[in-house]
């Protein structure tokens, strides 16, 4: 085995990540379909499907928009925690509208796959209506 007389004092390392202008363009394209029901007791349960075809985004993309990188997008989505809290938060708003009133103690499952050059997102939500505090006057006081 040779032995090396010179080393490197600088390690480079490659990290991919979604641009931010590319989590737009993908949010803007998107194809939104939400439904739930707020049952009686209160309960919500609902879920947010964001579906984003690749193959229609060439003219807003430089990437190729082949089944590689919609894999690609797929496992990168996954990955970034901020960007899970956002379609999380997307799905949360949907889940408000549908219900009609505000939500507590809500519990998000996100999953992304990717078919083909479609990438979807599927957002199950589970949360409990706010009730509503009744404000009751207290008792008048008799001198």
């Known amino acids: 085995m040779a032995k090396a007389r010179r080393v490197s004092l600088i390690t480079r390392q490659i990290i991919e990540h979604l641009s931010a202008a590319g989590v737009e363009a993908l949010l803007r394209r998107a194809t939104r379909l939400s439904e739930g029901d707020l049952a009686e007791g ?25 089944v590689r990188t919609a894999a690609r997008v797929a496992q990168l989505i996954e990955s970034d925690r901020s960007l899970l809290r956002r379609l999380a938060e997307v799905a949360r708003d949907e889940a408000k509208r549908i219900a009609g009133a505000p939500l507590e103690r ?38």
């Open 42 to 66: 209160g309960a919500y349960y609902g879920s947010t499907m964001l579906t984003v075809d690749l193959g229609g985004m060439g003219d807003a993309i430089s990437d190729s928009c082949d």
């Open 106 to 143: 809500v519990a998000t499952d996100v999953r992304v796959h990717a078919e083909h050059t479609t990438i979807h997102v599927d957002v199950d939500v589970e949360a409990r209506a706010r009730t509503a505090q009744v404000n009751t006057p207290a008792p008048s006081r008799r001198s």
